[in-house]
């Protein structure tokens, strides 16, 4: 049997423990069919994964104590955009829409179009 591995907020891991709530207790508990003793991977979105065991549960919540724990760096952000050369003015369009996603994703890197648009028309 596989050991699950979940996610859960910053706040819930804490003195050796690792609280599993709501959503995340359910799955573990009811659609995984864990039990006390039964070990558990656990991240929670700063680079740390523990293990642990679970050690109790009640009303939908189950505490673990956490019996290892790593730290992994996160690797860089990269992101690669490919696509087919659009019709006329249609790539003005997806540059305006793809840059709010770029600058959401904290990339400092943005297309400009008209740098895009002359690069185009060197090729037509």
């Known amino acids: 049997m596989a050991t699950p591995h979940v996610f859960v907020e910053p706040a819930d891991c804490a ?5 599993l709530r709501d959503d995340v207790a359910h799955h573990v ?8 003793g039964d070990p558990v991977s656990v991240a929670d979105g700063t680079g740390t994964v523990r ?7 009640s009303n939908g919540t189950a505490v673990c104590a956490v019996t ?10 990269s992101v690669r955009v490919v696509c087919g050369l659009p019709k006329r003015r249609k790539l003005d369009e997806g540059i ?19 740098l895009v648009l002359h690069r185009l028309g060197r090729l037509g």
């Open 15 to 19: 003195d050796g423990r690792v609280v």
């Open 29 to 36: 508990l009811t659609v995984l069919r864990r039990r006390v």
């Open 51 to 57: 293990r642990a065991v679970i050690s109790s549960t």
């Open 68 to 77: 290892a724990e790593t730290h992994a760096p996160s690797p860089p952000a």
């Open 96 to 114: 305006q829409r793809l840059s709010p996603t770029i600058m959401r994703a904290d990339m400092a890197a943005v297309v400009a179009p008209a």
